[in-house]
């Protein structure tokens, strides 16, 4: 098993930046690809960005691509999500994920997840 809690979700105008973070507990964190997912009301949970177990490879949504960055401290047990350039379209419930299947751009890639924390950036 493997615990994840989610922080750094709120409210910020369009243009603006926010930081998520994800503490992990449990299984060893560093095993484990650790993804970024969100869901606005009424759609399907999308992918956004991912990162290898060690690092060294990240993976973006065109969406995000170039305004969003994905990192990891394997040390602290955290995965972060440095979103920037912000618009009203990356309004959604953002969660984390960690897994060891696929190529990590699935919801079936991932083993487990967190329970999200809200963004909401206003026009």
């Known amino acids: 098993q493997v615990q994840l809690v989610e922080s750094g979700g709120g409210l910020v105008q369009a243009g603006g930046s926010l930081r998520l973070s994800c503490a992990a507990s449990g299984r060893s964190f560093s095993n484990y690809r650790m993804g970024w997912f969100r869901q606005a009301p009424g759609k399907e949970r999308e992918f956004v960005a991912a990162i290898s177990w060690s690092g060294d490879s990240t993976y973006y949504a065109d969406s995000v691509k170039g305004r969003f960055t994905i990192s990891r401290d394997n040390a602290k047990n955290t995965v972060s999500l440095q979103m920037n350039s912000l618009k009203p379209e990356d309004t959604a419930v953002y969660l984390c994920?960690?897994?060891?299947?696929?190529?990590?751009?699935?919801?079936?890639?991932?083993?487990?997840w967190g329970q999200g924390t809200q963004v909401t950036v206003s026009s």
């Open positions: 994920a960690a897994g060891d299947r696929g190529r990590g751009y699935s919801i079936y890639d991932y083993r487990w």
